[in-house]
């Protein structure tokens, strides 16, 4: 259910007593009221508004955008990155849990890297040192509150940020993953419908802050019947044989991953609804099937929003901003989770129009989802708090840089220590897995420039290429013991390691120092 109450007031005063509240009171308005006289209606009507979009675990190859041969169908999202500027380079920086969701909405609404959240995975620990305790005070809500915007958030409940999600003025926070409009996607499109109708009959003028989040196409994947029905998906069971308009395996499918990913029982690996342990095409097919069609539903509801925003006159001045929290495997390299770095789930679809944002273009970028809270108070004209770690894509969003920075790390610590690291700089990325205590210790290295997908020699077996369709070319596998790159490899683990003693990795790989 919806609450509406401003969080900034109320834990003031419930702090004080009735006499300091009076004082308070007066000092307030002694300080509000020159403020007041500088914003009349008229200026503060100028003030940007912000849509930020997020859904739930997909990857930007499920998008035309990212990959020109999805038959995904996203007709809202095509036009936005035609009306504004796709980055190409979207990554979040990982997990040290297996719900990798958590972190990553950590890091979007603190700005913070992932070693120095409030948490960090370390059996026993309460409270990361590394992190200030009252952080919630500073994150994305919270912010945009003290600048006088009006924070509005929908979204799913848990597997989050409870205490900055808190901070919204509005919040409904509601697992909604159901096939009919009261119980999936449409029912966060309708909250942030009945917000906007509110706002109208109010004449409220202050800008906004919406935070417009989906709890699909996270798994279960019950989609409407109509969408499912274009992508020949059926959400109680799974045909023998593969429907004819069942999406095609991706490029990179793979009946079983080379090596173990290092996570005993995991969740999404063994038990998710509809797929379970198979990783046969007639699973595989059915539930990406399920996923265009979430996907599909999602992109119609964030059009209903649009509509609305344009019909009243907001939509010119508003920032919006589409991603994902992580991305996904569904079959890719014979994996069905989050829990991987290679590139269908490291990165994230990231697509963003507004105000002065070129439009049609495409860049690099090198981002993190932990770059969207500087982003926007780079837009929005507001301070980022001191405990941001992350940078404004400003500079790539108005085309005067291709990147904000030169090298990516990310991790995967949710399973057994230290887990999977990575490293990308230029053309180049190298992952390395240090798992089930030594058993798994293992070094890949990409040319992502010649080999996009991240194919491995399993993806050049007779079988593999007959399923998928896909013919690799030669040099399309793992580069790590290949002499012509010992050069490149060479480098990327010293950035690798550079990166983890920079931020704060509390593990080291077994061809790492130790910690001292
Ligand atoms: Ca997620
Ligand atoms: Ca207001």
Redesign the pocket.
Known sequence: MGRSHPPQFLLICTRMNTMNLVTFAVGTMLLLTPALAQQPDAAQKERLNILFILVDDQSPFDLKVYDPDSVCRTPVIDLLAKEGTVIDGAHHMGSWSGAVCTPSRHMVMSGRTVWHLPRRGIRGEKQNPLCPKDLAEQTMAAVFNRAGY?TMRTCKRGNSYKAANNQFTVVHDKVMRGADGKNGSAWHADRVLDYLKQ?ES?N???PFLIYFGFSHPHDPRHAPEEYLAHYGAQNRSVPSEPAENAPPLPRNYLPAHPFHHGHPRLRDEVNVQGVKRRRDPATLRNELGRQFACNENIDHQIGRVLNRLEAMGELDNTLIIYTSDHGMAIGRHGLQGKQNLYEHTFRVPFVVKGPGIPKGKRVQGNVYLLDVLPTLCDFAGVPAPATVEGRSMRPVLEGKQETIRDVLYGVYAGGTKPGMRCVKKGNYKLIQYDSLDGFVRETQLFDLSNNPDELLAAHHVDVVEFLTGNDPKRHQRNLATDPNFANVRAELEALLLAEMQRLDDPYRLWNQPAIK
Request: aromatic share 0%.
């Open positions: 009006d706002r109010e409220d003028a202050d």
